[in-house]
């Protein structure tokens, strides 16, 4: 259990900066029109493919890897 107390904040550290990093990298489909009531629906629907894909199905896994470590700390504290 020490084992895991010591090095749990590091691993949620690495997982928050990689978390932040893919949610920062992905593309967005809004610009600043759709918030005021533009049309927006032709830049909103798009098939994910390639790099993004990769990069949508990583930041789901690091999300869950993230939530994860939460409650394993939560758990062992």
């Known amino acids: 259990m020490t084992f895991l107390h010591g ?5 949620q550290i690495i997982l928050s900066a ?3 990093v893919c949610i920062l990298l ?3 489909g809004a610009s600043l029109g ?5 049309d927006n629906f032709s830049s ?3 098939t994910r ?3 993004e894909k990769t ?6 896994v690091l999300g869950i890897l993230f939530a ?3 409650l394993i700390n939560l758990l062992t504290s």
Do not use: D, E, K
Not at 7 to 11: F, K, R, S
Not at 34 to 38: H, I, K, L, R, S
């Open 26 to 28: 992905q593309r967005t």
């Open 44 to 46: 909103g629907f798009h």
């Open 18 to 20: 990689l978390l932040i």
């Open 34 to 38: 759709g918030a005021f009531g533009a």
């Open 68 to 70: 994860l470590s939460a």
């Open 55 to 60: 990069l949508f199905y990583t930041t789901i």
């Open 7 to 11: 090095i749990l904040p590091y691993v």
């Open 49 to 51: 493919r390639g790099l």
